[in-house]
């Protein structure tokens, strides 16, 4: 008789989940309630530090049960957020049940320390249906996630003091055309927006030329729009970006509900310099762009740049 498998918010379809693999799992409290700790600290003047809640720390210990219980599943690290846990977890060996049946009991239990301390009836849970998870290929990647985990109050400080910049905004209406938008909108009503666009064709020293361009202008004020797309539209948005520039880029994929900008994305939306717009919904999958994006996003900017009444940049 096959298993019932637990609801999975997001997982890979066609993925062995009783395979040898690692995987960043996150939790969410129902009704995203802070219940597990507090913040403190700006993040920015102040170092920002997790203090969990007596639950929070309960929540940790039963965490630690993992492996007591399911020996082949180790768990790597975790951070405790207010309202939500993050934990990654190296299944060693083949399991004999699918991965959602680790997590199941790890929540049974949360949800028995839950009603303990609140003194609620039976019926009640702490987390929301499901979980996220999130398969980690490679050490780079684990080290990239371990020290996402590690940024998560910083991040979640800054966000506190600058809520503006890290809540997706939908249907934002920009030229006649409509987008989900993350980030510092008021970049939009810059008097000088310039189109970054360059063909394929360009050659390494051409590369470096239009970047050069490029950057002086944005060191007089304007602000560079692109998809970046072509290797030439990457270089230039890279080094504006690493200028500290302020840049507005147009995504292939929108935004899910609760999503934020991860790596250095993330600082230049708290310091205002980083606009994102999606045209499109959002999808969980890896997609290849197609040539007909890769064209109308290109037109979006441009069309973008041009409402602005100011004279547009020619490809190179």
């Known amino acids: 008789m096959r298993d019932t498998i637990p609801s999975m918010k997001r997982h890979c379809h066609g ?3 009783q395979s040898r693999c690692i995987y960043m799992i996150t939790l969410v409290v129902e009704g995203r309630r802070p219940l597990l700790g507090y913040i403190t600290g700006d993040g920015i003047d102040q170092p920002a530090q997790l203090h969990p809640t007596q639950l929070g720390q309960a929540i940790l210990q039963e965490l630690d049960q993992i492996t007591i219980h399911y020996p082949a599943v180790k768990v790597i ?5 207010p309202d939500h846990l993050h934990a990654i977890l190296y299944v060693q060996e083949r399991i004999p049940r ?5 997590i199941t009991s790890f929540k049974v239990g949360c949800n028995r320390l839950y009603r303990a301390a609140t ?7 702490l987390w929301e249906t499901g979980f996220h998870d999130r398969i980690l290929k490679g050490r780079h990647h684990l080290q990239r996630m371990m020290d996402y985990l ?3 109050p910083r991040r979640a400080a800054i966000k506190r003091h ?3 910049f890290f809540k997706v905004q939908r249907d934002v209406s920009v030229a006649g055309l409509t987008f989900a938008a993350l980030g510092n909108l008021f970049l939009l009503q810059s008097p000088q927006l310039l189109q970054v666009q360059c063909t394929r064709r360009l050659t390494p020293e051409q590369i470096e030329d239009t970047v050069a361009q490029f950057l002086e202008q944005a060191s007089r004020g304007a602000i560079l729009v692109s998809p970046s797309i072509s290797a030439g539209e990457r270089a230039v948005m890279r080094a504006a970006f690493e200028h500290g520039y302020p840049t507005i880029v147009l ?7 609760l999503a934020k900008p991860g790596g250095k994305r993330f600082d230049a939306c708290a310091q205002g310099r980083l606009l994102l717009l999606a045209p499109w919904e959002h999808h969980n999958e890896r997609r290849r762009i197609k ?3 890769c064209r109308n996003l290109n037109a979006m900017a441009a069309a973008i740049c041009t409402a602005t009444r100011q004279p547009q940049q020619q490809q190179p």
């Open 150 to 152: 590690d940024d998560n």
């Open 77 to 81: 690290s975790h951070q405790l957020m």
């Open 98 to 102: 699918h991965l959602s049946h680790v």
């Open 251 to 257: 995504v292939e994929n929108g935004f899910a509900p």
């Open 291 to 293: 040539e007909y994006q």
């Open 162 to 164: 600058h809520p503006e």
């Open 15 to 17: 993925h062995d989940y």
């Open 119 to 125: 003194m609620t009836d039976c019926g009640s849970a």
